[in-house]
């Protein structure tokens, strides 16, 4: 696990963690050497030196899908009965009040909550395009940028999944706050990506839904290079339409538009069929669950344990933000598993984490392990805390919480220092004042 010594290293930092999670487990006193945003060695078994890391060291956690405008609805939609179609009314309502000055603000307090809770790379699925009625910006791009600067002010690494939405349903027309997220069709979508190019930001495309994207459309989303993801078989009526008007699954018709592959990302998968779970597996394509957000919208429970035994490797997200907890999303695919097969011990704990640490989902494959080479995350959670006192440090993905992460490092920077974020003062007072604003305007 070491590398030679590179004495071209001129600024090496020493770290010296009490447990540290390796590739092949947790491993006691490792020493860890950091320059120039990059793991250049990782030790175990080591003499205590350099800066004290006490406590479970990981690798950076991947919220690999976010819809970061969702977290105004946190706690507002709770007291409501409905189903997520219900629910995605008042998500429309919000949409419409958002503007690029409003949209940066948020998601810069979004990000760097995510940031405290250990995430150090997001996947934003971003369809909120243009302004109200579908009034272009002056630049077309004008809403990404928004969120480009927010993530490089939380000090999280962004990948922009640019999501292709050009319908209200099948033959169905858009709804008029659907107009804000629409191009005229895949052509032009495309075009408008192209030409999104911020410095360090990586961009992908997403497929809304098959609901969204018309199927002659599909290819030309299929084309684009780099990461690409697409809900897929969240509800139940969404599979019931497709079989109705394509007389196939939205897997099937994914699969035969070239959307499925692998580098792609099917998000939920929740209603899968036994053949539908045999193409996603043939085909390489992984699968994200967001089970805080799954369980909140009242979806289902999916796959999992099925999608894993066939090969699929599994990533996960904190999508409308009801919870950002990498831990918790983590051990609910474990628990929610447990519910569906009565059965307990589903996933070991090195699956969960191998999940919660998936950034090559988003582009960041560079991300995600403490070896040398590796980029230089590293999330430090409390082992004496009253909710981890006593535990077997690897059982930190069944006992931490978000509330665990003492330090966060992205890249070789400090972005979270005892438990405070080092480049926006109080997140939590950013996101109350931006968040009861919206809803009052």
Partial sequence: MNAPRDERFVDMTVYWCEHAWLPDGVADAVRIEVADGVLVSVAAGSPRAGTVLNGLVLPGFANCHSHAFHRALRGRTQDERGTFWTWRERMY????????DSYYRLARGVFAEMVLAGHTSVGEFHYLHHAPGGRRYRDPNEMSHALARAAQDAGIRLTLLDTCYLAGGFDRRLDEVQLRFADADAHAWADRVGSFAPQGVRVGAAVHSVRA????QLPVVAEWTGPLHVHLSEQRAENADCLSHHGRTPTTLLAEAGVLGPRTVAVHATHLTRDDV?????????????PTTERDLGDGIGPARELSDAGVGLCLGSDSHAVIDAFEEARAVELNARLAGEERGRFTMPELLAAATAHDTIGWGEAGRLVAGAAADLVVADLSSVRTAGIEPAAAVFAAAAADVTDVLIGGRWVVRDRAHQLIEAPETVLGKEIEELWRS
């Fill in 93 to 100: 309502e919000l949409a419409t009040r958002l503007d690029p």
């Fill in 213 to 216: 994207v018309p199927f002659d």
């Fill in 278 to 290: 045999g193409l996603v597996a043939r085909t390489g394509t992984r699968v994200c669950f967001c």
